[in-house]
């Protein structure tokens, strides 16, 4: 048994550590780190499943810093418990993720601690949180995936997945939406591998939480089935000790415990205010505070050589055996089920099985066609039903956005059932995109589905995406005022542009069903990049391949699908989705006028900027420069491509309620406009 002294020796090391970095970084949190310093001792020291020398060890607990303002709590653990460094080849190297020299380097550039706890950064940070409510989210989606997981590769006799996921939230995490949707999924699916701890120190930044927060928090999660515990003390070893043992023998339901803490702790002055909350304590604070806690006042960055033994015999020793137990209870599981266990390998380093692609359909030319969401359908059917672990759903869409697998066996995935592959994320577009990071990060392949107008509603989730690089994948359906009588409130305008201001995020309009088909081949060979595939609700022709070029160039992002005979173009037609079809129309009116037009589809800004300068300027040659746009969408950012001379047909206000035919007249989406606008481009009239 630790002796009490190495408790509060490692505590202590932990609250000074966190104290004298954001001291010397002059910015920072100071005070929930050292109120929640016991916190996370306990449950590290004593509970999680996690060897710091393999930091990505697929079974390991979970632990997220929801609060992520509190980086300062998570680094120093990462650094006292000696959590090694993983490489991009998830290869675990031998030195500390987290050296002492990166703490004393807190919030500066380059240095492993930055100001908020990023993924793939810091090696041992499971998740980039810092925008409040995301990180307990994200940890629905983790539990998510280890339920999946457990279910899908779990045999009687090999228990290849029992992890949990612990996540620390503040007031503000509670406060967000976000949680309360992703709580009361969590509630739903029983997700007893699940544990929340909330600080409840009554402080956020504007002061008492009494100023704008009177929930009575533990009612609002027993409604949700939720396990509901309080710690009436968060420097109670005992207690949370015992809180955190409940919550693991807890089957059938999530666990919450709310932690009654006192921000700032043994601050003297700043203690249980808000002003310990946003700003270094000062010299003499922090010097008082050490005092409190028994530690030497002038001491700075001190890390008693006793506290990283304690550290490494108590969580590093567990640690070790465990996953030492699993590696070898994998070697047996390959030899009796070598097939899954070559899927768990893929798996884990997002590769693909072989063939996975085999069953990607072509679709013949068809003057009719069909809506970009039903050629997905088929094509996300015949890609899931040969990479097992690409599991995904809708935010209550999926008669709409006809995401759904449905091969035999694909089940769904429920309370109770946890197999299945079809998620219901209920009407909660947010919780969705942070459960897909969730599932993500823990290596499924997750994709969810949902209007394109509402991909507003799960917007924070998708650029955390984009900044973890993680290869999440939505699709958005209903892309334009192509929906007609729904009206403006469901009709995208800004949206694909804004999508497209999202640094690392991958966009893809297809202009067919082979388009859909190409894309699908595409996105599922992403490793690192975020991808919304937006769709159209209604019919799009099927182009004859055999007369324009082939779908094939939607890998490059854009690419000529229609040139004249007899020359170079004299007119670009750019275009993308469902107004690709639109332009070769256009195009054959222009032929038959004598007017060489070139049509370009461009699913993909983001692809196409990826491809050589050569390349770009073979499909847009510069030296063309009458040239016209068609997008059903906002024209901002077309002038990239179009020129600031060129003529962008576009949305500029937003849409109307009526049918599809009458709105396309009323916005100038049809052939002879798209004529009449490149005839203008040539000063030719008609
Ligand atoms: C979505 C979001 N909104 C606002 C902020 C800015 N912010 C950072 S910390 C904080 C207050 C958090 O209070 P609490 O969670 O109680 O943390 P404590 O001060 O108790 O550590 C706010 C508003 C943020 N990080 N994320
Ligand atoms: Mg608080």
């Not at 050292?34 to 632990?63: E, G, K």
């Not at 854009?558 to 195009?587: F, R």
């Amino acid at each position: 048994m630790p002796t009490p002294d190495l408790d509060a020796l490692c505590v202590n090391t932990i609250r000074t550590l966190s104290m004298d970095a954001v001291q010397q970084a002059n910015s920072g949190h100071p005070g929930t780190p050292m109120a929640m310093a016991p916190v996370a001792y306990a449950l590290w020291q004593r509970h999680l499943r996690f060897d710091p020398a393999d930091p990505i060890w697929p079974n390991r607990d979970r632990f997220v810093l929801s609060m992520g303002h509190a980086s300062m709590l998570l680094y120093s653990m990462l650094h006292l418990t000696g959590v090694r460094a993983v490489n991009p080849k998830y290869e675990t190297l031998g030195e500390l993720s987290v050296p002492l020299e990166d703490i004393k380097r807190f919030r500066q550039l380059d240095s492993k601690c930055p100001g908020h706890p990023e993924y793939r950064w810091t090696s041992g940070v499971e998740t980039t949180t810092g925008p409040l409510g995301q990180g307990v989210a994200t940890s629905v989606g983790m539990a998510i995936a280890g339920k999946w997981m457990a279910a899908h590769f779990n045999r009687p006799d090999f228990q290849m997945f029992d992890f949990d996921v612990y996540a620390l939230a503040g007031d503000g995490c509670l406060m967000e939406g976000v949680s309360q949707e992703a709580a009361s999924l969590a509630g739903h699916l029983e997700l007893d591998n699940l544990c929340w701890i909330y600080d409840n120190n009554h402080i956020t930044i504007e002061g008492e939480t009494s100023l704008a927060f009177s929930d009575d928090v533990a009612t609002r999660f027993i409604s949700y089935g939720w396990n509901v515990t309080r710690v009436g003390d968060a420097n109670d070893l005992a207690m949370l000790d015992r809180a955190f043992e409940t919550a693991r023998k807890r089957s059938d339901r999530p666990t919450l415990i709310i932690v009654d803490s006192h921000i700032g702790y043994g601050a003297p002055h700043k203690q249980d205010t808000h002003a310990a909350h946003g700003e270094p304590l000062g010299e003499d604070e922090v010097k008082l505070a050490k005092q409190f806690y028994g530690w030497p006042p002038e001491e700075k960055f001190l890390v008693p050589e006793e506290a990283r033994r304690h550290f490494a015999d108590g969580m590093g020793a567990r640690g070790a055996r465990l996953r030492g137990e699993w590696m070898s209870r994998f070697e047996a599981y390959k030899a009796r089920y070598p097939a899954e266990a070559d899927a768990l390998f893929r798996m884990q380093h997002r590769q693909l099985p072989d063939g996975w692609d085999e069953d990607i359909p072509t679709f013949p030319a068809d003057p009719k066609g069909m809506a970009g969401r039903e050629a997905s359908a088929k094509v996300i059917n015949a890609v899931g039903k040969n990479v097992p672990w690409l599991i995904g759903g809708s935010a209550d869409l999926t008669p709409s956005t006809k995401t759904r697998l449905t091969f035999e066996g694909a089940g769904d995935f429920e309370a109770g059932a946890y197999g299945g592959r079809n998620l219901h994320f209920g009407v909660r577009e947010h919780a969705m995109g942070s459960v897909m990071n969730g599932l993500s990060l823990s290596k499924v392949r997750p994709y969810g589905s949902g209007f394109l107008i509402f991909s507003d509603y799960g917007r924070p989730a998708i650029r955390l995406a984009a900044i973890m690089e993680i290869p999440v994948i939505y699709v958005f359906t209903h892309d334009s005022i192509g929906v007609g009588e729904d009206g403006p409130t469901h009709q995208p305008i800004e949206q694909i542009v804004s999508l497209r201001a999202i640094p690392g995020l991958v966009n893809i309009r297809p202009a067919d069903a082979n388009e859909v088909a190409e894309a699908w081949r595409v996105i599922m060979q992403f490793r690192h990049e975020p991808v919304c595939l937006i769709l159209t609700r209604q019919a799009l022709p099927t182009l004859d391949r055999s007369k324009y070029a082939p779908a094939s160039g939607l890998a490059r992002g854009a690419y000529v699908l229609a040139d004249a005979p007899g020359g170079a173009p004299e007119v670009l037609l750019l275009a993308t989705g469902s107004e690709v079809a639109m332009c070769v129309e256009a195009h054959e009116l222009l032929s038959r006028d004598g007017i060489r037009s070139r049509v370009v589809s461009m699913p993909s800004w983001e692809l196409f900027e990826h491809q050589s300068p050569e390349y770009r300027d073979s499909v847009i040659p510069p030296s063309v420069t009458a040239r016209v746009s068609v997008e059903k969408a906002s024209t901002m950012g077309w002038e990239r491509y179009a020129g600031t001379g060129g003529k962008r047909i576009g949305m500029r206000t937003f849409g109307a309620s009526a049918p599809l035919k009458e709105l396309q007249k009323k916005f100038g989406f049809n052939p002879e406009n798209i004529v009449a606008a490149a005839r203008e481009q040539l000063g030719r009239s008609a």
